[in-house]
T-cell receptor
Framework: DAGVTQSPTHLIKTRGQQVTLRCSPK?????VSWYQQALGQGPQFIFQ???????QRGNFPDRFSGHQFPNYSSELNVNALLLGDSALYLC??????????????FGPGTRLTVL | GQQVMQIPQYQHVQEGEDFTTYCNSS?????IQWYKQRPGGHPVFLIQ?????EVKKQKRLTFQFGEAKKNSSLHITATQTTDVGTYFC????????FGSGTQLTVLP
């Protein structure tokens, strides 16, 4: 049973460019959340997708956008990259059970470096 | 907004010593989760606590959820070098707010 997968593992971009990160959820999961983790800090919630719609969003600018596909996989897009966007981007999947106890499982992350 | 604080930020212990990290929330939590992140790795789910005063054990790890559901702790008995990593608390589930983490170093 494959866990959460993310691609690419590493990425180097320059300021002003755009980037797309991809995530495939764990088998049986229907919800995907994205987090940004700067070096030495805890992950920060970006947004969550369920049924191909953004359900919740953290305190991130509109430069950060996403998409969920019918097979539950997801993309995170970041436009007009800034140096401060350099971070580990984590995808987490879960099953929306209608209760508060759905557990999130994290993928290995994509390390984005903006030069 | 909700804030989750963890102390200490860093902890160095000799192998075999015990370790405890504490998590405090500014608001009452419906549940709390604990994750471990090895150096260069990603957060790995350890456990979820839901009930007030709940205590759960996983081998040498003991997790507690406070009576007021605003604090939690993780205690490791007789640390081993495999326990090295950063331990995060996070809650509640749908939009995880992570604590700042406690980075554990175990000296052999």
């Amino acid at each position: 049973d494959a866990g959460v997968t993310q691609s690419p593992t590493h990425l180097i971009k320059t300021r002003g460019q755009q980037v797309t990160l991809r995530c495939s959820p764990k088998s049986g999961h229907d919800t995907v959340s994205w987090y940004q983790q700067a070096l030495g800090q805890g992950p920060q919630f970006i947004f969550q997708y369920y049924e191909e719609e953004e359900r919740q969003r953290g305190n991130f600018p509109d430069r950060f956008s996403g998409h969920q596909f019918p097979n539950y996989s997801s993309e995170l897009n970041v436009n007009a990259l800034l140096l401060g966007d350099s971070a580990l981007y984590l995808c987490a999947s879960s099953y929306l059970s209608g209760e508060l106890t759905d557990t999130q499982y994290f993928g290995p992350g994509t390390r984005l470096t903006v030069l | 907004g909700q804030q989750v604080m963890q102390i200490p930020q860093y902890q160095h212990v000799q192998e075999g010593e015990d370790f405890t990290t504490y998590c405090n929330s500014s608001t009452t939590l419906s549940n709390i989760q604990w994750y471990k992140q090895r150096p260069g790795g990603h957060p790995v789910f350890l456990i979820q606590l839901v009930k007030s005063g709940e205590v759960k054990k996983q081998k040498r790890l003991t997790f507690q959820f406070g009576e007021a559901k605003k604090n939690s702790s993780l205690h490791i008995t007789a640390t081993q070098t495999t326990d090295v990593g950063t331990y995060f608390c996070a809650g509640p589930t749908r939009q995880l707010t992570f604590g700042s983490g406690t980075q554990l170093t175990v000296l052999p």
